[in-house]
């Protein structure tokens, strides 16, 4: 589904990304680990189409297509949804409008019939009743005013709205306590299956007691310095990040 | 060159001197003198003067404007303006027609005991007393001169007194209209008083008719008591060959709390002045303002707020969208006086330019002599903010649809701060019409 090759990119003059090599198949779980600053983030954002990073080596395939081609729009309308580690707040629409325009765009994209509103409201009840969200939050502006917890949790909501084929999901477990860690780990939980990827970039690794992982991947210094199994992501837990310098040395 | 310009308004004066001679108070015969003689030395404003650099009003004030003389204008245009502008049945509603009262038009409920709602040529004629105290008191004279042509033309208005403890339920709606067939002048004088504890919700409308252009120069003074309260909103929709220039005025005792809510919409040049003095401790004043002038248009806003003792808190938020060839103008003064300790000033402008030919000056000013207080002001100029923009994109909207979505949004944030609901849906479906959201 997702095949990264050689992707080197960087933000104003700093390198950040220095050869990403990294292949996702279809129904796999990916979790990308890794100190700050190692380009976890960074990497997030170049594969949604951020246009602060500027890609300046290697390709990154998506459904076969040259995904770096593709406008930011184009992209999330072929499936691929990015849950933000600091979702933006606009002030002034709501988050009811901002969800239906975001899946009546996709499905007009698609030349698809779109989503009346009863059979709208009737999912996002039913996904809101799953990520234990109030009611209001609809009516309320998007993200505005939300506590950190709340606007992940809307993060997830939105990919559940729009069942993308890969999902990215950057640092969804900061700031959360283990309650809504549990929720909006059900939440990602619901939307495996065979047909979809999720990549779960986190720095720590209880996110990954909640979504176990099939492959983990440690990034360092813009590198995959090592990839394994959820055991590594184990023993990143007991050891910490320490081994990259014995590596590097 | 100034004196031509004025003649028109020193041979209106005459004329105004002449007719009502015998039937006006000595004091307001000599106070519009006054006026008259101050806007005769003041002249109109040209951009050399620091309070008028950025909008150049002279020249549209070339047309010799005239009073409107009392003949009632047609009624069905009337009707018409009257029903784009009404809010809703139950508010109290006066409406003046070329700056005069219109009682058939008007719709008054019954009134909490000690109300005074009614125009101020009638007070004038039933209690003279109190209106000399408060035209001849605060009168500021000095530096404005449309304030002093507004006081030589003083003829009426609204008078709104609130006594001690009475919380009026219904909001009072107040409606300008322009309707004439020459080019003509209107010079709306409103009182207003709240007594300690009261409270009221005021609206203003100012609109016109197709037709010549005409020149809008009201002047707003509120005096608010010991914890009284006021939500005061303006709704600015002149004809766009209208020039529109305002003055609000308003003084607030310890513990109140004031609350203006500033739409402009229309006008070819609208200059809105609003000045806030915070005379007690504990007072909250909040201002809020959107101005989305396009085509030609030039819209100036200016606010004024004095913190005069400790212990006060301001907020404002001033919001615009220029496109075309517009022109804005925001000019936010914070004023902290020497005794004015623990002053809590918050300003912001935010101004959003769609079209390369947009212009805005903004200038935030805070002087300050008081040496524990909190003070910030922010202004921000340009384009729509990209990192929202990317997040919206980054969800399947399209570019150009997310552009449409911030604009409303951005504007949307302001019309959101009314607690009025008639005037809060009034407000949504002109911003749906101006800058409105497609269905999905």
Redesign the interface.
């Known amino acids: 589904m997702l095949e990264i090759k050689n992707l080197h990119a960087r933000c104003d003059d700093t390198e950040i990304l220095r050869g990403i090599n990294l292949q996702v198949s279809a129904g796999e779980v990916h979790a990308i680990m890794g100190p700050n600053g190692s380009g976890k983030s960074t990497l997030a954002h170049v594969l ?4 602060d990073y500027e890609v300046t080596e290697g390709e990154v395939l998506y459904e076969g297509k040259d995904l770096l081609e593709m ?3 184009e ?3 072929n499936g691929l949804f ?1 849950a ?1 580690q600091y ?2 707040e ?4 709501s988050n009811k ?2 969800l ?7 499905r007009k ?1 698609h030349k698809q019939p ?1 989503i009346g509103t009863m059979d709208f409201l009737k999912l996002l009840k039913e996904n809101m009743k799953l990520l234990g969200m109030e009611k209001n939050m609809m009516e309320r ?1 998007v993200n505005e005013g939300f506590s950190g917890g709340e606007k992940k949790r809307n993060e997830i909501l ?1 990919m559940a709205m ?1 069942q993308p084929k890969l999902a990215v999901l950057d640092e969804t477990d900061s700031g959360l306590d283990i309650d809504a860690l549990r929720i909006v780990a059900d939440g990602v939980n619901t939307l495996r299956s065979p047909e979809r990827a999720i990549i779960v970039v986190t720095h720590y690794q209880r996110l990954l007691d909640y979504i176990v992982p099939d492959k983990v991947h440690v990034l360092a210094e813009g590198r995959i310095a090592r990839s394994g199994d959820k055991s590594l992501a184990l023993e990143l837990e007991a050891d910490g990040y320490a081994f990259l310098d014995t590596c590097s040395a | 060159m100034i004196a031509t310009e004025t003649d028109t308004y020193q041979i209106d004066h005459a004329r105004l001197r002449e007719e009502q001679s015998s039937i006006i108070p000595t004091w307001l015969r000599e106070l519009r003198e006054r006026g008259l003689n101050r806007f005769t030395e003041l002249g109109i404003p040209t951009t050399r003067d620091e309070e008028w650099r950025f909008t150049n009003i002279a020249p549209l004030l070339k047309k010799p404007f005239k009073v409107a003389n009392g003949a009632t204008p047609v009624g069905s245009q009337i009707d018409e303006l009257i029903q784009q502008a009404a809010l809703d049945d139950d508010f109290h509603r006066l409406v003046f027609v070329n700056g005069r009262f219109a009682e058939q038009w008007s719709m008054r409920h019954e009134l909490p005991p000690g109300v005074i709602l009614e125009n101020l040529a009638e007070s004038i004629r039933q209690n003279p007393d109190l209106i000399e105290r408060r035209l001849t008191g605060e009168a500021e004279l000095e530096h404005s001169a449309f304030l002093a042509l507004n006081t030589a033309f003083i003829e009426d208005g609204a008078h709104i007194s609130v006594p001690d403890g009475v919380v009026m339920d219904r909001p009072i709606h107040l409606i300008f209209l322009s309707v004439a067939d020459e080019p003509s002048v209107s010079h709306p004088r409103n009182i207003v008083s709240l007594g300690k504890n009261s409270r009221a919700t005021i609206v203003e409308s100012y609109l016109g008719v197709e037709g010549p252009a005409y020149f809008t120069n009201a002047v707003t003074e509120i005096e608010l008591g010991d914890s009284a309260d006021m939500d005061h909103h303006k709704l600015q929709h002149e004809q766009p060959n209208a020039l529109h220039v305002a003055a609000t005025h308003v003084r607030q005792q310890a513990s109140s709390k004031f609350r203006s809510h500033y739409f402009s919409f229309g006008g070819d040049l609208a200059r809105n002045e609003l000045t806030c003095a915070l005379d007690g401790e504990a007072i909250e004043c909040t201002l809020n303002g959107l101005y989305m002038p396009s085509g030609d248009q030039v819209m100036d806003c200016r606010t004024r707020i004095d913190h005069l003792q400790p212990h006060c808190n301001s907020y404002e938020l001033y919001k615009g969208i220029l496109d075309d060839r517009a022109k804005g103008v925001f000019n936010g003064k914070i004023y902290v006086h020497q005794d004015a300790q623990k002053t809590d000033a918050k300003q912001s402008n935010q101004a959003i330019l769609l079209s390369d030919d947009a212009v805005i000056d903004t200038k935030p000013q805070l002087e300050i002599y008081a040496d524990d207080v909190r003070c910030t002001h922010g202004a921000t100029v340009g384009a729509l903010d990209e990192k929202a923009l990317y997040y919206l994109r980054s969800r399947g909207i399209p570019a150009d649809f997310a552009r449409t979505i911030l604009i409303f949004a951005f504007a949307n944030d302001v019309v959101q701060g009314v607690e009025v609901p008639a005037v809060r849906r009034r407000l949504e479906s002109i911003l749906l019409e101006e800058r409105g959201l497609p269905d999905v």
Do not use: C, D, H, T
């Open positions: 949604a189409g951020r246009e406008e930011i729009e992209r999330a309308a990015m933000y979702p933006v606009i002030p002034g629409v409008y901002f239906k325009a975001a899946m009546n765009s996709i994209y779109l502006s939105q729009l």
